[in-house]
């Protein structure tokens, strides 16, 4: 089979399931294609160990990346036709202590078909309230979770009154109504010196990819005490966690305390019929900085609702009620 053919197969399967990823890995004598969705990778296909390195060389080709590289960590992206559109492909490489080389692929769907469903019915009411107040939105979840999809459709709604400027590594969906900013650390955009730029842009709203140092910390903080609503994502694993993050970032609490309007968790919820669904832990007003407030007796309650209505299986409920 040509391997363009055999990555039109592959691509194909993959929308067909939703993946997030798909995984190019080496074995003995032969390379395994996984497609990832939401928690669960199964094997699509075994391929031979040459036909496995020419999906590699045909990808690095296309995406600008170096082809007889096959150690070193590497990063590309491409733009991939469809019939009813595009894919936004993100590539992973690097090589094993062997130097047999594997590929991972984030796969990254038109905005218009990303449209999230809710678990809980008025999550997504509530997040639409949340950003008219302004302030500082961060959200916390896993890999996959949809959590870039849940900033943008809560962003989205304000573009009829308002300008989104949005700053990302990589730039994952393509909006029209924004103004989309890429980080390049080489050529000195960092998340930092961008949300400079873009307090000169003088937007209502902005879009942070990711805190992930004290630099884009305090960039956002600032953002946000200058009358900006600012959502962007941080590690942790609940909600709380996120304040926990930014004041290890170095964001004094007094600060934290003036601009933080919602703290959220968010997961993906397989659904025994229609796909995955978003589930939020969400920590606003009073309840932000209250020790008594237990936001994963919520969680477990609208979890043990969806299991009732069979919703979800028992196993999903065991599986994602701690978080």
Known sequence: MPIKSLIDELLAAAVQDKSSDIYVLPRAQA??????????????????????QQLLTYFKFHADMAVSEHRRPQVGALTWPTVTGHLELRFSTVGDYAGRESLVIRVIYPYQTLQLDYLETGQRQQLGDLAQQRGLMLFAGPTGAGKTTTMYTTARHLTAKAVVLSIEDPVEIKEPHFIQLQVNASAGMTYDELIKVGLRHRPDAFIIGEIRDALTAQAAIRAALSGHLVLSTVHARSAAGTISRLLDLGVAQTQLRQVLTAACYQRLIPRQQQGSAVLLEILAGAALWSPTTNPRERWRHSLEQARMAGTISQQTYQTYAAG
């Not at 990832?36 to 040459?50: F, G, K, M, S």
């Open 31 to 52: 390379y395994y294609i996984h497609l990832r969705q939401t928690q669960t990778v199964r094997l699509w296909r075994e391929v031979t160990t040459d036909v496995g």
